[in-house]
């Protein structure tokens, strides 16, 4: 079964109003692909604190209430997606972060990809293009 790595851009297309996410039927296929048992989703223990985080702004800032944010981590919660510490992928993703300029955050998620020989999806263009070609990753918006 093919691996796919996830980050946060790209669960919170799954979980806030569509209208207001694009590329969000491009999330949602990943996720039904992954129901459909056609991949697995891998993710690092980051992911979890980003997307509470996401959730969290996003009823701080009234795009849905705390019930519907909170149903929504559940919801998410539920997928039950394998999750490798950090701690883990803590060298390869500062080597990652020194030679691309990026975040250690989304180092994270490139580190795993390639330890789990994963491609790994973001809704992040600006990720994507610093790093297409040197690391496996796609951008939702080309999918």
């Given amino acids: 079964m093919n691996k796919a790595v996830v980050d946060a851009s790209v669960a919170a297309k799954w979980l806030?109003?569509?209208?207001?996410?694009?590329?969000?039927d491009r999330a949602h296929h990943l996720l039904v692909r992954y129901a459909n048992q056609e991949i697995q989703i891998v993710v690092p223990d980051?992911?979890?604190a980003e997307i509470g985080n996401v959730l969290?702004?996003?009823?701080r800032s009234g795009r849905c209430?705390?019930?519907?944010?909170?149903?929504a981590l559940q919801s998410v919660k539920a997928q039950n997606?394998?999750?490798?510490?950090?701690?883990?992928?803590?060298?390869?993703?500062?080597?990652i972060a020194c030679s691309s300029g990026r975040t250690l955050y989304?180092?994270?998620y490139i580190a795993l990809a390639e330890v789990s020989q994963a491609e790994f999806f973001t809704a992040n263009e600006k990720l994507?293009?610093?790093?297409?070609?040197?690391y496996p990753i796609k951008w939702l918006g080309v999918l």
């Fill in 106 to 108: 989304d180092s994270l």
């Fill in 16 to 24: 806030l109003p569509p209208t207001d996410e694009p590329f969000a």
């Fill in 46 to 48: 980051l992911f979890w």
């Fill in 128 to 134: 994507a293009n610093a790093v297409a070609g040197r």
């Fill in 81 to 95: 997606f394998p999750t490798v510490p950090s701690a883990s992928l803590l060298d390869s993703a500062f080597e």
């Fill in 65 to 71: 209430s705390a019930a519907e944010a909170t149903t």
């Fill in 56 to 59: 969290w702004k996003a009823a």
